[in-house]
Each structure stands twice: as structure tokens, then as C-alpha cells.
């Protein structure tokens, strides 16, 4: 059950923060997810504007900031499911408009966004990069990911595993980006960011890192945003 708004003064209805109540089938962890979804404001605006997950906010102050989709622009979206960041993309390069191609892939399936390819495979694969490439007409000018891990509540080994993926999405990206091109995707902090940024630098003429607003203040999450590929 959850707590309904109650009146204010004047008798209007004020909201109240949700607070589950008897939630007894589920684990103290699940509780405590659901309990912050049902109280995250972006969540709530995701669904009121239509984006499918609160991440596009994420995108769009990322790109809001580094400016880094550009009309006409040909993007792979690693991990894309359940899409919001190929619904962003695609509104930012003007894909209703004919202009630029997105690619989305993922292991798991994704309900269709209009003008965007997807493709369910595994992007580690010998022959995806390949792939990619044909189906995106040419090499990408962009590959964003904002692909996790599955987390174990250990914080140091979460953080490994993460940088390990973004060092596999580097390489795949290394493999299909037009010189020129750039690379988004997820990290967290946790003292081997350097070591990453280094070698993103030997391939990129620009690296920082981006902690939009979008992210729960208690998150560890921030992106990796480089540009310029050296080719």
C-alpha cells in the first residue's frame, strides 16, 4: 500500500513523500529500490514527457553542456534498452527529419522507436563491428553507452567491473568510429578513473568527465564524454 495525499491547509491536497506500507513480500533491498523509484522526480517526468527511462535526462544534460549531438549524425547505442537514450539521440540529429542513423543494440529486446535500427546481439562478438557498420551505412560518428554492470553492493568490485565494460565498449568504439567521432558512456568513481582517461586520451584530442544533475545524489555514476578520434 501507499500513503495517498492528505490536505493541506485551504483543503487542498498536498503530495506526501510515497512511503510503502506492508510490503512484506519483498526483500529489504527491493523495498528500498521501489521506494525511491515511487519518490524520484524524474522518474515521474520521464512518464509525464514520455521518455522510457529517467536515464534520457541524463543525455540531455550531457549534451546540453558538451554539445556533442550533432544533426545528420550516424550513432551507435550500446545497452539501449529500454531506449531512452536512442529517443533523445533521435530527436537531437533530426531523425524524423531523414537526417543522420541510429543503431541501437542490446541483449535484450526493445520496443520499436521510429527511425532506429536495432539489432539484439552481443556487441563483443568477433562480427559485430562489422555488422554495425553495414547497417549503419559507414562508420559511426558517435558510440554512447550507458550500459552497468550487475552490482554486487561491494563498491570497489562494482566499480572494477564497470571500468572493465567501459574498456570493452572503448575498443568496440575504436573499431567503427569515423575519425573525428566521439564516445559517452557510464562510469563510477572510484580511484581508477585515471588510468581510463589515460588511454582514452591516446585515441581522443579531448576527455572529461560530466556528473549530470540527473544522477541520485548518492550515486557514484558520472560519464565519460571523449571527442575528437584520432582514427
Known amino acids: 500500500m501507499i500513503d495517498k495525499p492528505e490536505a493541506g491547509k485551504g483543503g487542498e491536497a498536498r503530495p506526501l513523500?510515497?512511503?510503502?506500507?506492508?510490503?512484506?513480500?519483498?526483500?529489504?533491498?527491493?523495498?528500498?529500490?521501489?521506494?525511491?523509484?515511487?519518490?524520484?522526480?524524474?522518474?515521474?517526468?520521464a512518464k509525464r514527457e514520455g521518455w522510457r527511462s529517467r536515464a534520457a535526462f541524463k543525455l540531455i544534460e550531457i549534451d546540453d553542456k558538451v554539445k556533442i549531438l550533432k544533426p545528420g549524425m550516424r550513432v551507435v547505442d550500446l545497452g539501449a534498452a529500454p531506449g531512452g537514450w536512442s529517443q533523445v539521440a533521435a530527436q537531437r540529429i533530426g531523425l524524423e527529419n531523414g537526417r543522420g542513423r541510429i543503431v541501437a543494440i542490446d541483449l535484450l529486446e526493445i520496443d520499436p522507436i521510429a527511425g532506429v535500427d536495432f539489432a539484439q546481439m552481443d556487441f563483443l562478438k568477433d562480427d559485430a563491428p562489422e555488422a554495425l557498420k553495414a547497417m549503419l551505412g559507414g562508420s559511426a560518428d558517435l558510440v554512447?553507452?550507458?550500459?552497468?554492470?550487475?552490482?554486487?553492493?561491494?563498491?570497489?568490485?562494482?566499480?572494477l567491473r564497470i571500468v572493465g565494460l567501459v574498456e570493452l565498449a572503448i575498443d568496440f568504439a575504436r573499431q567503427v568510429l569515423a575519425?573525428?567521432?566521439?564516445?559517452?558512456?557510464?562510469?563510477?568513481?572510484?580511484?581508477?578513473?585515471?588510468?581510463?582517461?589515460?588511454?582514452?586520451?591516446?585515441?581522443?584530442?579531448t576527455v572529461r568527465h560530466v556528473k549530470p544533475q540527473a544522477s541520485r545524489a548518492d550515486s557514484a555514476e558520472l560519464y565519460v564524454v571523449a571527442t575528437g578520434f584520432r582514427g
Open 17 to 45: 513523500k510515497v512511503r510503502l506500507k506492508k510490503a512484506r513480500k519483498l526483500s529489504s533491498s527491493s523495498q528500498k529500490w521501489l521506494q525511491r523509484q515511487l519518490n524520484d522526480p524524474y522518474v515521474a517526468r
Open 144 to 159: 554512447m553507452s550507458d550500459m552497468a554492470a550487475n552490482t554486487t553492493g561491494h563498491r570497489p568490485t562494482d566499480h
Open 179 to 205: 575519425p573525428n567521432g566521439a564516445f559517452i558512456a557510464k562510469v563510477f568513481q572510484g580511484g581508477t578513473e585515471g588510468t581510463l582517461l589515460t588511454a582514452l586520451k591516446r585515441d581522443f584530442t
